[in-house]
């Protein structure tokens, strides 16, 4: 069955200093990936999405970056954290890609970052 | 801007009864669809059951069912025979497009 790894669940880092988190899937070959951020008190945002190695597409112009260096590992980073980046962030995949409205994700288990 | 809320914060119930969870949405949105989503300790999100907005008949998922009323906005998660295995954060979900709005969650214990 597929399975699919994020961590670490949670984060506490500076403002100015960089981020990685990591994303993985396990069970499947090719999956199409997400971030998503979920600010406090909000939706879940899409940040990138990937349909295949070192494909990346961008909804939201920001402080982040994504790749995707291996086929089934998704890492979300940034060169230098602002307070705005807290939340919780989501990676998700899914067999087909960018899912029609009827269509729900796999999500791991989030990352809670809090930047001060 | 559409909000999702889930008034329970914890629920508890013994094995083998049921429960429902309740979720009520705001969105001035006529096609959307709205999810469950169960997510067990530490573990990944899973997806329990979804519902069309233009739909009436209320899905069903073996022993998870939901009860949408469309008017009220409301999309609540009935767990028949409840099982230990259930026991998660469960999440209510609306979605438009590529973009979810979740709702906080409702942490259900299920008791033996």
């Known amino acids: 069955s597929q399975t699919i790894h994020q961590w670490p669940a949670t984060l506490v880092q500076p403002v100015g200093s960089p981020l990685s988190l990591e994303c993985t899937v396990e069970g499947t070959s090719n999956p199409n990936l997400y971030w998503y951020r979920q600010a406090a008190g909000r939706g879940l945002q899409l940040l990138f999405y990937?349909?295949?190695?070192?494909?990346i597409s961008s909804e939201v112009p920001q402080n982040l970056s994504a790749s995707r260096p291996q086929d089934r590992q998704f890492i979300l980073s940034s060169k230098k954290l602002l307070l705005s980046d807290s939340g919780f962030y989501l990676c998700?995949?899914?067999?087909?890609?960018?899912?029609?409205?009827?269509?729900?994700?796999?999500f791991g288990s989030g990352t809670r970052l809090t930047v001060v | 801007a559409q909000t999702v809320t889930q008034s329970q914060p914890e629920m508890s119930v013994q094995e083998a009864e049921t429960v429902t969870l309740s979720c009520t949405y705001d969105?001035?949105?006529?096609?959307?669809?709205l999810f469950w989503y169960k997510q067990p300790p530490s573990r990944q999100m899973i997806l329990v059951i979804r519902?069309?907005?233009?739909?009436?008949q209320n899905a069903t998922e073996n022993r998870f069912s939901v009860n949408f009323q469309k008017a009220a906005k409301s999309f609540s998660l009935k767990i028949s025979d409840s099982q230990l295995g259930d026991t998660a954060m469960y999440f209510c979900?609306?979605?438009?497009?590529?973009?979810?709005?979740f709702g906080p969650g409702t942490r259900l214990s299920v008791l033996p």
């Open positions: 998700a995949w899914s067999d087909i890609p960018l899912p029609g409205l009827s269509d729900g994700y796999t």
């Open positions: 979900a609306f979605k438009n497009g590529q973009n979810f709005v």
């Open positions: 519902q069309e907005a233009y739909k009436q």
């Open positions: 969105t001035s949105e006529s096609n959307y669809y």
């Open positions: 990937s349909v295949g190695i070192g494909q």
